[in-house]
């Protein structure tokens, strides 16, 4: 890395832009110039840093679609003066904002990386510090040619960068807060980075960035627990304007055999509701028809979500519903790897 080499620094929020007020221990928002007080450290990056804030900064509890778009638009207006990205971000709903951004974001050649903190910058023991250093030090790494190593929208915590369309959060308490089970590392930091060249996608398009900014979020999760009645499920699938449904099923993608299920589902789609099958597992795959429990998710005509995250579904749903697409169309991409967020079979 030379001083040739820039990264912005995107904050909209989050646990990592925050600090401590000395007096009443409460906290409140910093500026970049107040974060470089608390992480000299960024001085000494070999790295040309700016940074964007969003006004007012966000919880990311409060994280809408219209974010993500802001979030693509900024990248746009940015994209030929950055080597890369990095967006503070609050960790609750990151897997979704890293998520709908691998997919608004088409051709990117760049990193784009989320990264947070479990704990506020001006605490002694905060993570945000090697977080947030790591995460530029990737965005600004290049290979011999001076060709960005990432060419992706990911996210890094605690030592480790994951493909965000593969990523949730598993731990509200630990510094490890993220994980991808289904998707290996794309870099795993110690004394040294070390890239997982063969798991990292490349683009070789040469193709300019575009982004898609319109998003349809008139879908729903509904998540399957014994107990669940008829009169709940039906009232969910006749919700006005719904469009999708994401559907969490037990373990490879099974459900209950009732009857009253399957004719629920069914009508569901036959009126054009698109229904997709991820697993509440946290690893491991949506085998359809591997077991008698899910035959009748096919027969009723729910389409396979495989090994996607419920953050991946719902933000690819969002998305090929934003796009005028045809219903067939939007199921057969739904089950087609568009940037790496699934595996076939």
């Known amino acids: 890395m030379n001083k040739e080499t820039s990264v912005l620094l ?9 600090a401590e007020n000395p007096q009443t221990g409460a906290l409140r928002p910093l500026d970049f110039n107040r974060m470089k007080e608390y992480i000299p450290e960024l001085k000494q990056l070999d790295v040309n840093l700016e940074s964007i804030a969003f006004d007012p900064l966000l919880d990311s509890s409060d994280v809408q679609p219209s974010h993500w ?3 693509a638009t900024l990248i746009k ?10 967006i503070l971000h609050g960790t609750d709903t990151m897997a979704y904002s890293a998520s709908a951004l691998s997919f608004m974001l088409e051709n990117l050649s760049k990193p784009v990386i989320f990264t947070g903190a479990q704990l506020p910058i001006g605490m002694l023991r905060t993570d945000a510090k090697e977080n947030l250093l790591s995460a530029i ?6 290979d011999e040619s001076g060709e960005s190593m990432v060419h992706e929208v990911c996210i890094y915590f605690e030592n480790s960068l994951f493909r965000g369309n593969r990523t949730t959060k598993k731990n509200a308490e630990l510094f490890n807060a993220f994980g991808s089970y289904n998707y290996p590392a794309l870099v795993k930091v110690g004394v040294h980075f070390n890239f997982s060249s063969s798991f990292i996608h490349r683009n070789k398009t040469n193709k300019p960035l575009k982004i898609y900014t319109s998003l349809n979020s008139n879908i729903a999760i509904i998540k399957l627990f014994p107990g669940l009645t008829s009169e709940i499920l039906n009232a969910m699938l006749h919700a006005e304007g719904l469009k999708g449904v994401i559907l969490e099923t037990y373990g490879a993608g099974n459900a209950p ?20 099958n991820v697993s509440q597992c946290d690893a491991g795959s949506v085998q359809m028809g591997r077991y008698e429990t899910s035959l009748n998710l096919l027969k009723a005509g729910v389409i396979s979500g495989y090994d996607l995250t419920s953050e991946a579904a719902v933000t690819k749903l969002m998305f090929l519903l934003g796009q005028n697409l045809s219903h067939n169309e939007i199921k057969e991409l739904m089950q087609t790897p568009i940037c790496g967020e699934l595996t076939l079979g």
């Open 77 to 86: 207006e940015n994209y030929d003066n950055y080597n890369g990205f990095v």
């Open 10 to 18: 995107i904050f909209t929020g989050g646990t990592i832009s925050m």
């Open 137 to 142: 030090e990737i965005a600004a790494n290049t």
């Open 69 to 71: 778009v802001k979030l």
């Open 257 to 276: 055999r009732h009857d009253w299920f399957y004719e629920s589902l069914h009508d569901a789609v036959q009126r054009g509701i698109i229904i997709i």
